[in-house]
């Protein structure tokens, strides 16, 4: 899609006439070409020692060696006035918010880079280490119910991980050379909407009427002579084929590893989608992951014999936070009574909220959601929004949002639970608020959460598609 008017107004900045042969031997193109500069980094966060890990409740032992190696990696790009950005995608079950907080105090001192130009994605893959939060919490341990040691090493762990992103960062910034991007995308089947409806309410398994978003969008990095330097991909659906106690990526590791291997010299990045309420089908063998982790990587090699857009600057970003609300939350009474369940979890939710209650006199009302959105001139609008984002969200954004190519990615600079639509509120299930039950959070959402996210969202585009006046 083309948006001539604004695509005019940023094509005064600074431009080369490349003729373009792609490094890949099939694609030539003759376009207007701004180069930027662009550096990438990677590093190793495998824990070093066996670990509990995240993302299923039922595990009852720790880590047991690894697949392969869980990575963290940064592409910092900067435009033609100066302006950077830098994007983090990490093989993890999520970021947590004060690793979030503490990282963009850091790099905003010691690279000057602001917190709206920072985006942090985690590719939610089950079979990471804990990520308990380095806090004082009224809230106590999680529901993985860890020992004083468990939860000892998993805050360490959170720490060694921001100092190593903290650097990779830094290494990715040393890295700049010049570069052209450009924007391509394809498609990959095996995600599947895991919403079925029942007469007993919506059970997670596969409902292949449900909606999905199967784009593959994929920004390419390129040297000014057309040499793939780097690859960053995005797929919305869950990274749940496994669920065993060795450390993996998933099918999202799969698919970064197998595409490093077909291009020894390109860093390859996950980056997760709305793909909250979505599940790679069929599940739970690490044949299985591998299959799904080819699908992604051979979206994304397709992706890259099609003819590439190109993505010029200036590089806008935008990054706030909207208040969304809880519903009513549960009385005292309810809560006393939710306590005596036969099911553990609702009595460690009840025992959180009623510990809450005690301290704070009330139970909070309000999460401070974060919608970050970056811009690339008129090419390119990326959003990036927090938790685990059903697929309606992505798949409005890119109906309603004209112009430029739109990528909305979920998993983003805190994954602190569920983020359902209306739709998916209204219907309820584990999206809908049931999962709230393994967080500290009240829930569910107020029936306002969709409004709220997406006149934020709109509120941000328009913003960084603002030319600024200087
Ligand atoms: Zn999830």
Known sequence: MVMTKFRRFFCFSICLFTLTVFADGFTASVYAQEIFQAGVASTVITPKQPMWMSGYAARTKPSEGKIHDLRAKALALEDSHGTRFVIVTVDLLGIPRPSRNWLEKKVNRRYKLPPESLLLNASHTHCGPVLEEAKDSIYGNTFYGLSPEQLQQSRQYVKTLQRKLLRLIGRAIDNLAPARLSYTHA??????????????????????????????????????????????????????????????????????????????????????????????????????????????????????????????????????????????????????????????????????????LEQNGKIRSTYPYLVQVVQFGGDLTMIALAGEVVVDYSLRFKAELPGSNVWVAGYSNDVFGYLPSLRVLKEGGYEGGGAMLYTDLPGPFAPSVEKLVVDKVHNLVERVRTPKSN
């Open 187 to 356: 498609r990959a089947g095996f995600a599947m909407n895991r919403r079925l409806p029942t007469e007993q309410g919506y059970r997670n398994h596969p409902y292949p009427d449900g909606p999905v978003d199967h784009d593959v969008p994929v920004l390419r990095v390129d040297s000014p002579d057309g040499k793939l330097q780097a690859v960053v991909f995005g797929y919305a659906c869950h990274s749940t084929t496994l669920s065993f106690t060795q450390f993996c990526g998933d099918y999202a590791g799969f698919a970064q590893l197998y595409l490093e291997e077909a291009h020894p010299e390109v860093t390859a990045m996950f980056i997760a989608g709305c793909g909250g309420d979505q599940n790679p089908y069929p599940r739970r063998t690490l044949l299985l992951a591998q299959q799904h982790g080819r699908a992604l990587a051979n979206g994304v090699e397709t992706a890259l014999l099609s003819q590439a857009s190109p993505v010029r600057g200036p590089i806008q970003s935008a990054l706030e936070t909207v208040t969304l609300d809880f519903a009513q939350p549960p009385s005292r009474e309810q809560l006393a009574q939710q306590g005596q369940s036969t099911n553990k979890y609702e009595r460690w939710h009840a025992g959180v909220l009623l510990k809450e």
